[in-house]
């Protein structure tokens, strides 16, 4: 208790362990990332994102069987049922992308034929059928949004080839599917973040999968979190010119604005995602556009400038946000897009967590500290003065 009485309240729920899990470790400090047990390192140069949602939803690396009917079940249930192909329609082009991605997850419960089935071999295929379908829902949506139809999925392509497919109508290069697999490795899983948080709080009243999930997605859609891909990259077009980097940074931090894609609760260091993605981003410039080249000139003036200033003594790092949107600007992937694929690769992690939370469920219901005044007399409305 604080001097004055009053609880220490923890503001965000910093520090504050709300579980036991054995899905992920965030080493914060050393700056290491394991899903499973495994280094991101070694997933990002070796793994696939349907090998890893194997491995994250099962706990262990398939044996080449068992991915092999894994991914028979992720392309079974590509095919997106027809009222969500019309809800996603209806408000692609009038509402955020996250918007209607909420709207389409909580659509496609209408489809699922026993809600009332809460066990774990229900909800295990409920999470296949979700990672599987929020790939082309998230196409939809970016397909609608600019004014293409539904395109049907391709049952010969991988889950990131497939969602490139379905978004842009046409077959992805190589070098955009395998970048994309390595985002959606990379998205899919991290800890107690606040929209697997959010899915748990939602879960743990034993409100049903979609439900919790559709609570994940609401809590992502925010710039301190998953919309910080997309503030990120609004940033590196207003700088404009990789000259005008240092001044536009300046002002920002003179301003008390925080420079999106920087800065972790738990990383006090490189975030390893980022140096990833900022490692492939160097690799892919000769072949790049201007733009590509211009974005990634900036974003390395911006990071060198503060971790300078804000890294070694605030540990203000970059994080997975700060890199990827000029990678996802190489594969043509519309700005407004950038947060739902996080959402499509994320599902993963939600899932997982969900179903092992309710292992050893408990209701989330922390305190608040009330510094209100009580036992006020009610005076009558006439007498209000
Ligand atoms: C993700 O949790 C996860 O694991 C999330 C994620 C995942 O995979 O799920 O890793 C994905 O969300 C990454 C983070 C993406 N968000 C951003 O890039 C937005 C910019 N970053 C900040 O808003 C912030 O760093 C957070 C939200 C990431 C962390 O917030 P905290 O831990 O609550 O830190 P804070 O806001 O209390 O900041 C502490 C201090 C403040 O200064 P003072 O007010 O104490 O003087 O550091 C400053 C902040 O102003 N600060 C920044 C900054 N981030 C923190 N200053 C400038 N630029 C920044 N980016």
Redesign the pocket.
């Known amino acids: 208790m604080a001097e004055t009485g009053a609880p220490v309240i923890s503001?965000?729920l910093?520090g504050v362990y709300i579980a036991e899990s054995k899905i992920c470790k965030?080493d914060g400090s050393a700056g290491r990332l394991y899903y499973r047990g495994y280094s991101i390192d070694l997933l990002a140069n070796n793994s696939t994102y349907e090998e890893v949602c194997y491995l994250i939803l099962y706990g262990r690396l398939p044996k080449r069987r068992e991915l092999d009917a894994f991914r028979k079940k992720l392309i079974e249930a590509r095919p997106l049922p027809g009222m969500v192909i019309d809800v996603i329609d209806e408000f692609a082009r009038r509402q955020d992308p996250m918007d209607t991605l909420r709207s389409a997850v909580s659509a496609l419960s209408a489809y699922d034929n026993d809600m009332n089935d809460s066990s774990e071999a229900a909800n295990f295929d409920r999470s296949v059928n979700l990672v599987s379908k929020l790939a082309g829902i998230v196409a939809t949506i970016g397909r609608c949004r600019n004014g293409g139809g539904y395109v049907e999925p391709d049952g010969t392509l991988t889950h990131a080839e497939n969602l490139l497919y379905m978004l842009n109508g046409s077959r992805p290069s190589q070098k955009d599917a395998k970048l994309l697999d390595l985002m959606l490795i990379l998205?899919a899983e991290?800890?107690?973040?606040?929209?697997?948080f959010s899915t748990l709080v939602a879960g743990s009243t034993l409100a049903d999968l979609y439900s919790a999930v559709t609570s994940g997605i609401a809590a992502l859609k925010g710039?301190?979190?998953?919309g910080?891909?997309e503030?990120?990259l609004r940033m590196m077009r207003a700088i404009g010119s990789p000259d005008n980097t240092e001044r536009y940074i300046e002002d920002?931090?003179k301003g008390?604005?925080?420079?999106?894609?920087?800065?972790?609760?738990?990383?006090k260091t490189y975030?390893p995602?980022a140096m990833i993605i900022k490692q492939d981003l160097i690799a892919l410039q000769e072949n790049e556009s201007q733009e590509v080249k211009a974005l990634t000139a900036i974003a390395l003036r911006a990071e060198k400038m503060?971790i300078d200033r804000?890294g070694k003594t605030?540990g203000?790092w970059p994080?997975?946000?700060?890199f990827a949107g000029p990678i996802y600007v190489s594969m043509g992937m519309p700005i407004e897009m950038f947060t739902p694929v996080f959402a499509a690769s994320?599902i993963v992690g939600w899932c997982a967590h969900m179903m092992e939370y309710w292992q050893n469920n408990r209701i989330f219901r922390p305190l608040e500290y009330y510094s209100g005044p009580v036992d006020l007399e009610y005076v009558p409305l006439d007498r209000r003065k």
């Open positions: 503001h965000g910093e965030v998205h991290h800890s107690s973040n606040a929209s697997t710039p301190l979190h998953g910080a891909d503030a990120a920002a931090l008390k604005r925080k420079i999106m894609g920087f800065g972790h609760r738990v990383y975030d995602r503060m804000l605030h203000i994080n997975i946000d700060f994320r």
